[in-house]
C-alpha cells in the first residue's frame, strides 16, 4: 500500500470536548434537524483522509467505523476526488432512464466482472443499499412467479418498508413502523457463539433451516433466499463453514433466486471482493453499496443475466439511480482498491487485530469480559458477555457501550451493534496506516482493561 496522505495522520483530543464549536452546531441541529436521527458522537466533522477526521474544534480522531463500511478508501481519496471534480465539470444529471452515459454502463461491466460466476450479468444501480435489496426482490419474484422471501434471525437489510419488514430487530428499526410487508419469512441463522449445541456443524445449521423453509413455507412458494454472508447490524456474526454453501444448494435445487446481501461485507472488506467468496458460493444475485463509491451514494443489483432481463422494460429504475458523479466516484474507488491491494491489505489488518486482541482475551481468561472475537479481513467484531457468567454468555451492552464512550473521549471512533447491543465492530478504512491502527488497537485495549 502506498498511499499519500492529504491530512495528518494523528490523533488529538482537547480538553474541552466537545469544543465550543460542535456544541453550537449541536444546539442549532436541536432546532432543526429531526429527532429521530440519532448521531453516535458529538462532534461535527471538518475534514477526513486516510484513517483520520477532524473536527470543527481541532480534533482528531481515528475512525474505526469508515462511516458504517463506506469509506474502505478513505473519505477524500485523491482518485475519487479527481473523477468527481471531472465529472461535475461536465453534467451532474441527466437521468440514465432519459439520456444514458458512459460511466453507469462502465460501472454495470466491473460489477458483473467482480461478482462471483462467470455466467452471463446483468446489473442494475440505485442509490441506496435498501433500494437495491428492495429491487433485488421484484426480480426474484418476477423470474419466479412466486411471492415468499425469506430472510434470517438478526438480519440487517434497511429501512424502507419492505426492507424493514426483512429486518429482524425491532428496536429502534421497526418499532411503531408497521403494518410491514407480507410474505416475508424468518428462518433461524447460524450464529456459532450462541448455539445451543456448540457442537452442530454449518451443514446442520442450514438443514435446521431447511426444514423451517420447507414445513412452513414450502420450497416451490419461495421466490427468494436473502443473507448477509457475514451479518452487519445484527452482530457480525459470522456462520458456521458449510451453511452458506447448503443453503445456496437447496436455493439451487428448488428453483429459488439464492440473494448475497453484500452492502456491508462486499467490496474488499472482508479480504476477498465480496464475503460468500470465502466460501465458494456463487449467488444469483448480489446487492452492493456501501463500499463501493467512497462515499458517493450508489448501489448496485447484480446477477444472472436470464434474471434481470425477465424485468419488463421501465420496470426498474429510479431519477438518481446511477448517477454519473457517483459512477465516476465507483470507478476510481475500485480502481484504488485493485492498484493499492486493498484485499491483501485487509488481511492484514485481520491478522494485526485478532493477534492483539486474541491476547488480551487470552489474558482476561475464560470468566472475562470478550466472549468471542470473529470476522473476516477489517470486518471484525468484539463480542461482550457478563464476566463470569459462563455458558449463560449473558450480554453485556453496558460494558460495550462504556469502552465505546472511553474510546470517543481518547480520539478513537468505535461503532457497537448486535441484536444485544453488545457488539463492537471493526471497520477501519482500508487505507489506514500500520500506526495510526496500533494506536487506535492501544486505545481499544486500554478501554476494555477500563471496564473488565
Ligand atoms: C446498510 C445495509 C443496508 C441498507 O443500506 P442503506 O444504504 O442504508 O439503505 C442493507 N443491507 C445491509 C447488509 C447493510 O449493512
Same mark, same amino acid.
Given at each position: 500500500?502506498?498511499?499519500?496522505?492529504?491530512?495528518?495522520?494523528?490523533?488529538?483530543?482537547?480538553?474541552?470536548?466537545?469544543?465550543?464549536?460542535?456544541?453550537?452546531?449541536?444546539?442549532?441541529?436541536?432546532?432543526?434537524?429531526?429527532?429521530?436521527?440519532?448521531?453516535?458522537?458529538?462532534?461535527?466533522?471538518?475534514?477526513?483522509?486516510?484513517?483520520?477526521?477532524?473536527?470543527?474544534?481541532?480534533?482528531?480522531?481515528?475512525?474505526?467505523?469508515?462511516?458504517?463500511?463506506?469509506?474502505?478508501?478513505?473519505?477524500?481519496?485523491?482518485?475519487?476526488?479527481?473523477?468527481?471534480?471531472?465529472?461535475?465539470?461536465?453534467?451532474?444529471?441527466?437521468?440514465?432512464?432519459?439520456?444514458?452515459?458512459?460511466?453507469?454502463?462502465?460501472?454495470?461491466?466491473?460489477?458483473?466482472?467482480?461478482?462471483?460466476?462467470?455466467?452471463?450479468?446483468?446489473?442494475?444501480?440505485?442509490?441506496?443499499?435498501?433500494?437495491?435489496?428492495?429491487?433485488?426482490?421484484?426480480?426474484?419474484?418476477?423470474?419466479?412467479?412466486?411471492?415468499?422471501?425469506?430472510?434470517?434471525?438478526?438480519?440487517?437489510?434497511?429501512?424502507?418498508?419492505?426492507?424493514?419488514?426483512?429486518?429482524?430487530?425491532?428496536?429502534?428499526?421497526?418499532?411503531?413502523?408497521?403494518?410491514?410487508?407480507?410474505?416475508?419469512?424468518?428462518?433461524?441463522?447460524?450464529?456459532?457463539?450462541?448455539?445451543?449445541?456448540?457442537?452442530?456443524?454449518?451443514?446442520?445449521?442450514?438443514?435446521?433451516?431447511?426444514?423451517?423453509?420447507?414445513?412452513?413455507?414450502?420450497?416451490?412458494?419461495?421466490?427468494?433466499?436473502?443473507?448477509?454472508?457475514?451479518? !452487519? #447490524?445484527? /452482530?457480525? +456474526?459470522?456462520?458456521?463453514? $458449510?451453511?452458506?454453501?447448503? =443453503? @445456496?444448494?437447496?436455493?439451487?435445487?428448488? *428453483?429459488?433466486?439464492?440473494?448475497?446481501?453484500?452492502?456491508?461485507?462486499?467490496?474488499?472488506?472482508?479480504?476477498?471482493?465480496?464475503?460468500?467468496?470465502?466460501?465458494?458460493?456463487?449467488?444469483?444475485?448480489?446487492?452492493?453499496?456501501?463500499?463501493?463509491?467512497?462515499?458517493?451514494?450508489?448501489?448496485?443489483?447484480?446477477?444472472?443475466?436470464?434474471?434481470?432481463?425477465?424485468?419488463?422494460?421501465?420496470?426498474?429504475?429510479?431519477?438518481?439511480?446511477?448517477?454519473?458523479?457517483?459512477?465516476?466516484?465507483?470507478?476510481?474507488?475500485?480502481?484504488?482498491?485493485?492498484?493499492?491491494?486493498?484485499?491483501?491489505?485487509?488481511?492484514?489488518?485481520?491478522?494485526?487485530?485478532?493477534?492483539?486482541?486474541?491476547?488480551?482475551?487470552?489474558?482476561? !481468561? #475464560?470468566? /472475562?469480559? +470478550?466472549?468471542?472475537?470473529? $470476522?473476516?479481513?477489517?470486518? =471484525? @467484531?468484539?463480542?461482550?458477555?457478563?464476566? *463470569?457468567?459462563?455458558?449463560?454468555?449473558?450480554?453485556?451492552?453496558?460494558?460495550?457501550?462504556?469502552?465505546?464512550?472511553?474510546?470517543?473521549?481518547?480520539?478513537?471512533?468505535?461503532?457497537?451493534?448486535?441484536?444485544?447491543?453488545?457488539?463492537?465492530?471493526?471497520?477501519?478504512?482500508?487505507?489506514?496506516?500500520?500506526?495510526?491502527?496500533?494506536?487506535?488497537?492501544?486505545?481499544?485495549?486500554?478501554?476494555?482493561?477500563?471496564?473488565?
Amino acid at each position: 500500500m502506498d498511499i499519500q496522505y492529504r491530512l495528518e495522520q494523528k490523533r488529538k483530543v482537547l480538553a474541552d470536548f466537545p469544543g465550543p464549536r460542535s456544541l453550537e452546531l449541536a444546539a442549532r441541529r436541536a432546532q432543526a434537524v429531526a429527532a429521530g436521527v440519532a448521531s453516535s458522537v458529538p462532534v461535527y466533522v471538518a475534514d477526513a483522509d486516510g484513517g483520520i477526521i477532524h473536527d470543527v474544534d481541532g480534533n482528531s480522531f481515528i475512525d474505526l467505523g469508515s462511516g458504517i463500511a463506506v469509506t474502505t478508501v478513505g473519505a477524500s481519496d485523491a482518485a475519487v476526488v479527481g473523477a468527481v471534480k471531472e465529472q461535475v465539470e461536465h453534467f451532474t444529471h441527466t437521468c440514465f432512464m432519459v439520456s444514458p452515459y458512459e460511466g453507469y454502463v462502465a460501472v454495470a461491466e466491473k460489477l458483473n466482472q467482480l461478482t462471483p460466476g462467470e455466467h452471463a450479468k446483468r446489473t442494475v444501480l440505485f442509490n441506496s443499499g435498501a433500494e437495491a435489496v428492495e429491487n433485488a426482490i421484484k426480480i426474484a419474484r418476477i423470474a419466479t412467479g412466486r411471492t415468499a422471501v425469506v430472510a434470517f434471525d438478526h438480519a440487517y437489510h434497511g429501512r424502507t418498508n419492505l426492507t424493514m419488514g426483512l429486518t429482524a430487530k425491532a428496536m429502534p428499526y421497526k418499532h411503531g413502523f408497521g403494518p410491514f410487508a407480507g410474505e416475508v419469512y424468518r428462518a433461524p441463522m447460524s450464529y456459532p457463539f450462541r448455539e445451543e449445541n456448540p457442537q452442530i456443524t454449518g451443514k446442520e445449521a442450514a438443514e435446521r433451516a431447511i426444514l423451517m423453509m420447507s414445513k412452513q413455507i414450502g420450497a416451490d412458494q419461495i421466490a427468494a433466499i436473502i443473507i448477509e454472508p457475514i451479518q !452487519g #447490524e445484527g /452482530g457480525f +456474526i459470522v456462520p458456521a463453514d $458449510g451453511f452458506l454453501p447448503r =443453503l @445456496a444448494e437447496f436455493a439451487k435445487e428448488n *428453483g429459488i433466486v439464492f440473494i448475497a446481501d453484500e452492502v456491508q461485507s462486499g467490496f474488499a472488506r472482508t479480504g476477498e471482493w465480496f464475503a460468500v467468496q470465502h466460501e465458494g458460493v456463487v449467488p444469483d444475485l448480489v446487492t452492493t453499496a456501501k463500499g463501493i463509491a467512497g462515499g458517493m451514494p450508489l448501489s448496485a443489483v447484480t446477477g444472472r443475466a436470464e434474471l434481470l432481463d425477465a424485468v419488463h422494460g421501465g420496470g426498474l429504475g429510479g431519477t438518481y439511480g446511477g448517477n454519473p458523479v457517483a459512477c465516476a466516484a465507483a470507478l476510481a474507488a475500485i480502481d484504488t482498491m485493485e492498484t493499492q491491494d486493498l484485499r491483501g491489505r485487509a488481511r492484514e489488518i485481520e491478522a494485526t487485530v485478532k493477534e492483539r486482541l486474541g491476547k488480551l482475551q487470552a489474558e482476561l !481468561g #475464560e470468566a /472475562g469480559i +470478550i466472549g468471542d472475537i470473529r $470476522g473476516r479481513g477489517a470486518m =471484525l @467484531a468484539l463480542e461482550f458477555v457478563k464476566a *463470569g457468567s459462563g455458558d449463560a454468555k449473558v450480554p453485556d451492552a453496558a460494558a460495550t457501550k462504556k469502552i465505546a464512550e472511553y474510546c470517543l473521549k481518547e480520539g478513537v471512533i468505535i461503532l457497537t451493534c448486535g441484536t444485544y447491543g453488545n457488539v463492537i465492530r471493526l471497520l477501519p478504512p482500508l487505507v489506514i496506516s500500520d500506526e495510526l491502527l496500533a494506536d487506535g488497537l492501544d486505545v481499544l485495549e486500554a478501554a476494555i482493561r477500563s471496564v473488565a
